[in-house]
């Protein structure tokens, strides 16, 4: 082998390509992976923002920033608020924060709240967190009242129509509620609310009541009253509820299965690192 052809088998990679060309191509996508991050903090800070304000703070050409935003959207990290043209966090972001944490901590910690539960009322408990735009429940615990054998874990359900759905959407920040509830709800009982403005009402009673009721809005004959529980910093990563029979959840019997339900998600949260 000559010289000439040894220094350019040196120069080149494994599949032939020019080792500088190889560099420069790996150079670029690392630092578009840079960009992209630096989109989400800069959404992270401002809540939204437009094309142009994030090209400046890039520091990059209007084309640049919009590739890299459409990119985000088209994963779900990135939103647009159709009316202003502003981009912001999309619930991509949120599903991959609590797939690192939340899940693995809110199961470990909730068990046996779901169990103390699920025994001092009778009913089924599970515990549902927030998975793009549905809940999905990640524990469950079976009452001695409980009549159904369904099981809820792994499931997910709309955030509309169920009480740990609607305490997960009235936490979330505002932008990211408001595109949720902007897509068209499906109905699926004659008592599930679809309606736009009901629906924020109802939202806003939740935060203010600290829980969420559902009745026969997912299923005819089920009720069902859900908690938010809360992470160490205050933000709500999850809801608890208590499910069951129409017949026996009377209005009555939700009110106090509302309390009890509400404390025993305190306890989670407690056990979460809140109010340390």
């Not at 515990?127 to 001695?144: C, F, H, K, S, W």
């Not at 897509?183 to 924020?200: D, I, M, N, Q, S």
Request: glycine share 12%.
């Amino acid at each position: 082998m000559t010289g000439t052809r040894k220094q350019a088998d040196q120069n080149s990679g494994p599949n032939g390509e020019p080792r500088e060309r190889q560099s420069r191509t790996a150079a670029g996508s690392v630092q578009s992976v840079d960009r992209a991050v630096s989109v989400l903090e800069i959404l992270a800070r401002h809540g939204e923002a437009g094309v142009t304000e994030i090209a400046d703070e890039l520091g990059v050409h209007k084309s640049t920033a919009f590739r890299l935003l459409g990119v985000l959207e088209n994963r779900g990290l990135v939103g647009q608020a159709k009316d202003r043209g502003k981009y912001f966090l999309g619930a991509g972001v949120l599903r991959l924060a609590g797939a690192a944490a939340v899940r693995m901590d809110i199961s470990q910690e909730g068990g046996p709240v779901c169990r103390e539960l699920a025994d001092e009322v009778g009913e089924t408990v599970n515990i549902a967190v927030l998975d793009e735009d549905a809940a999905v429940n990640i524990m469950q615990a079976r009452g001695p009242a409980s009549v159904t054998a369904q099981n809820w874990l792994g499931r997910r359900t709309p955030l509309h129509a169920t009480s740990s759905g609607k305490v997960l959407l009235a936490h979330l920040p505002t932008t990211l509620r408001e595109g949720l509830l902007a897509r068209t709800l499906p109905r699926l009982t004659e008592h599930t609310v679809t309606g736009t403005v009901a629906l924020r009402g109802e939202l806003e009673a939740v935060v203010g009541q600290g829980f969420a009721l559902a009745v026969e809005e997912l299923e005819v004959g089920l009720a069902a009253v859900a908690a938010p529980v809360r992470a160490h910093d205050g933000k709500v990563i999850g809801a608890l509820s208590a499910s069951g029979p129409v017949y026996r959840l009377t209005e009555d019997r939700l009110t106090e299965l509302a309390k009890r339900t509400v404390a025993a998600a305190v306890e989670l949260s407690r056990r979460m690192g809140y109010g340390f």
